[in-house]
C-alpha cells in the first residue's frame, strides 16, 4: 500500500514537470498596442502629473518599463514598415524626404517583396489579426490581409485625411472637431464598412474587435496588432470618458487607451491567458507638439513628432509577461526594429535569412537572461541620416527644432552624452 502511494505521487509530480514543461515551450501569444502620437511623458507611469493611467501604470509595475525604446522614424508610415519588416524604411522605400507619408492619394504600399511579422507567424501556425490604423497603402494589394493578417478592422490611413469641406477652414475643425470633417473609411478586410468613420467610437470599437479575437475559441497561437488611432488630431473619445481627464480633451483619450488595455490585460487574466501571453505597448513616434493642448507631452525629452530628438523617436514603452518579463525599469537600448526577430525567436521560425535585418533579437532581455544586444540607433528623416546614437553618444549631422522647420546641417556635428 505504501509503495502503491509513493508510486501514484510520482506520477503526479512527474505529470506536473511535464505539464510544465510543455506550457514554457509552447509558443507565446502576442499582442502589440500602437498608439499613434503617443508621446513619452503622457502616461502617469512615465511621469505625467494629471493624465490618470491606472491600467498602464499597473502593467508597468507588474512588467518592464523600458525608458531608452526607440522607432524606425519619427513619423507614420515608414515608423509601421520598421515595425512589422525589421528593417530601416529606407530599405523598403517606404520613406520619402518630400512625401513623408502615405495619403490617399499614393498610389504606393508596403512592397510585395517585404516579409512581415503576420507572414512569419503564421508560418508557425499563429492565427493573426490587425485592428486599428495600418498606413502602409490604401490600394488593395497593399491591404493587411495582403501582408499575412487572417483578418483587419480599422482605418487605412491617419485620421485627419480625406478631409471634406463640411467643417471650419484651418485649425478651427481641429479645436472642435465633428467625425463629418473628415471622409475616413473603416475597413474590414477588403470591403469599407463605414464612411466617414465615427471616430467618436473608434477606440471602444477597436477595442470590441480585439477582445473578441482574443475571445475566439482556437488551438493555436495568436498575434493580435492594435494600432489605436488616437491619440493623433482630430481628437475623439467616446461618452464615458468626456470631461474626465485634468488634462483636458487629450487626456480624456489617454484615459479612454488606458481602459483598453486594461480590458485586455482583464480577459487574458480571466481567460488563463496572461501568463503564455507577451504584451507590448508603444508608440509610433512622439507627441506632436504644434497643436499645444490637442498634442501631448515628451516629458523632459526634447522636441517632438517629425524630429530626430530624443522626443521624436523615443517612445514610452511597456513589457508585459507575466512569470516570463521579470518586472522592473529597463534601461537597456530597445527598438521596434526589434520585435520582428524577437517574435521569429519566441514562436521558434527562422528569422528571413535572405535580407538585411536591422533589429535584434531581445528576448533575453525580456526573459532577464542577458542585456539587450542593440547598442546603436539610427535617426532617419526621410531617407536622409540626420543623427546616430552608439552606446550613451548620440550624435547629430542635421536637425530640425519642429516638424516642418527649416533644416540645420551641423559642420561640426552635436554631440551629447545621453546617461547624463
Given amino acids: 500500500m505504501v509503495w502503491r502511494t509513493i508510486l501514484m505521487i510520482l506520477l503526479i509530480c512527474s505529470g506536473n514537470t511535464m505539464l510544465a514543461q510543455e506550457t514554457k515551450n509552447t509558443p507565446p501569444n502576442i499582442v502589440v498596442i500602437f498608439c499613434d502620437d503617443l508621446g513619452y511623458g503622457d502616461l502617469g507611469c512615465f511621469g505625467h502629473p494629471t493624465i490618470a493611467t491606472p491600467n498602464l501604470d499597473r502593467m508597468a509595475v507588474e512588467g518592464q518599463r523600458w525608458t531608452q525604446f526607440y522607432v524606425a522614424a519619427p513619423v507614420c508610415t515608414p515608423s509601421r514598415a520598421g515595425l512589422l519588416t525589421g528593417?530601416?524604411?529606407?530599405?523598403?522605400?517606404?520613406?520619402?524626404?518630400?512625401?513623408?507619408?502615405?495619403?490617399?492619394?499614393?498610389?504606393?504600399?508596403?512592397?510585395?517583396?517585404?516579409?512581415?511579422?503576420?507572414?512569419?507567424?503564421?508560418?508557425?501556425?499563429?492565427?493573426?489579426?490587425?485592428?486599428?490604423?495600418?498606413?502602409?497603402?490604401?490600394?488593395?494589394?497593399?491591404?493587411?490581409?495582403?501582408?499575412?493578417?487572417?483578418?483587419?478592422?480599422?482605418?487605412?490611413?491617419?485620421?485627419?485625411?480625406?478631409?471634406?469641406?463640411?467643417?471650419?477652414?484651418?485649425?478651427?475643425a481641429f479645436l472642435e472637431p465633428k467625425f463629418e470633417y473628415w471622409d475616413v473609411p473603416i475597413h474590414r478586410d477588403d470591403k469599407i464598412v463605414e464612411r466617414p468613420a465615427d471616430q467618436r467610437t473608434l477606440t471602444r470599437r477597436y477595442t470590441e474587435e480585439a477582445l473578441a479575437f482574443i475571445e475566439t475559441p482556437r488551438e493555436e497561437p495568436f498575434f493580435l496588432y492594435l494600432?489605436?488611432?488616437?491619440?493623433?488630431?482630430?481628437?475623439?473619445?467616446?461618452?464615458?470618458?468626456?470631461?474626465?481627464?485634468?488634462?483636458?480633451?487629450?487626456?480624456?483619450?489617454?484615459?479612454?487607451?488606458?481602459?483598453?488595455?486594461?480590458?485586455?490585460?482583464?480577459?487574458?487574466?480571466?481567460?488563463?491567458?496572461?501568463?503564455?501571453?507577451?504584451?507590448?505597448?508603444?508608440?509610433?513616434?512622439?507627441?506632436?507638439?504644434?497643436?499645444?493642448?490637442?498634442?501631448?507631452?515628451?516629458?523632459?525629452?526634447?522636441?517632438?513628432?517629425?524630429?530626430?530628438?530624443?522626443?521624436?523617436?523615443?517612445?514610452?514603452?511597456?513589457?508585459?509577461?507575466?512569470?516570463?518579463?521579470?518586472?522592473?525599469?529597463?534601461?537597456?537600448?530597445?527598438?521596434?526594429?526589434?520585435?520582428?526577430?524577437?517574435?521569429?525567436?519566441?514562436?521558434g521560425v527562422e528569422a528571413p535569412p535572405d535580407r538585411i535585418l536591422d533589429g535584434s533579437d531581445i528576448s533575453g532581455r525580456i526573459r532577464n537572461q542577458e542585456a539587450s544586444p542593440r547598442e546603436t540607433v539610427f535617426f532617419y528623416r526621410g531617407s536622409i541620416l540626420y543623427a546616430l546614437r552608439d552606446g550613451s553618444w548620440k550624435m547629430h549631422l542635421r536637425s530640425r527644432p519642429r516638424s516642418g522647420a527649416k533644416e540645420k546641417i551641423h559642420e561640426t556635428p552635436l554631440l551629447y552624452n545621453l546617461d547624463h
Fill in 87 to 172: 528593417r530601416l524604411p529606407i530599405r523598403s522605400g517606404l520613406c520619402s524626404s518630400k512625401r513623408r507619408v502615405l495619403f490617399p492619394n499614393s498610389a504606393g504600399g508596403i512592397p510585395d517583396s517585404e516579409i512581415t511579422i503576420p507572414e512569419l507567424l503564421k508560418s508557425a501556425g499563429y492565427a493573426t489579426a490587425m485592428v486599428g490604423k495600418w498606413h502602409l497603402g490604401h490600394l488593395p494589394r497593399y491591404l493587411p490581409h495582403r501582408h499575412g493578417f487572417d483578418q483587419w478592422f480599422g482605418v487605412p490611413y491617419s485620421n485627419d485625411m480625406d478631409r471634406n469641406n463640411k467643417g471650419p477652414k484651418g485649425w478651427d
Fill in 227 to 347: 494600432a489605436h488611432s488616437m491619440p493623433h488630431v482630430p481628437l475623439f473619445r467616446s461618452d464615458p470618458f468626456i470631461g474626465r481627464s485634468q488634462r483636458g480633451f487629450y487626456g480624456d483619450v489617454i484615459e479612454e487607451i488606458d481602459w483598453s488595455v486594461g480590458q485586455i490585460l482583464d480577459v487574458l487574466r480571466s481567460r488563463n491567458l496572461a501568463s503564455n501571453t507577451l504584451v507590448i505597448f508603444t508608440s509610433d513616434n512622439g507627441p506632436w507638439l504644434e497643436y499645444g493642448d490637442m498634442g501631448g507631452s515628451a516629458g523632459l525629452l526634447r522636441a517632438g513628432k517629425g524630429t530626430t530628438f530624443e522626443g521624436g523617436m523615443r517612445v514610452p514603452t511597456i513589457v508585459w509577461w507575466p512569470g516570463t518579463a521579470k518586472a522592473g525599469v529597463v534601461s537597456d537600448l530597445g527598438a521596434t526594429l526589434d520585435l520582428l526577430p524577437t517574435f521569429c525567436a519566441l514562436a
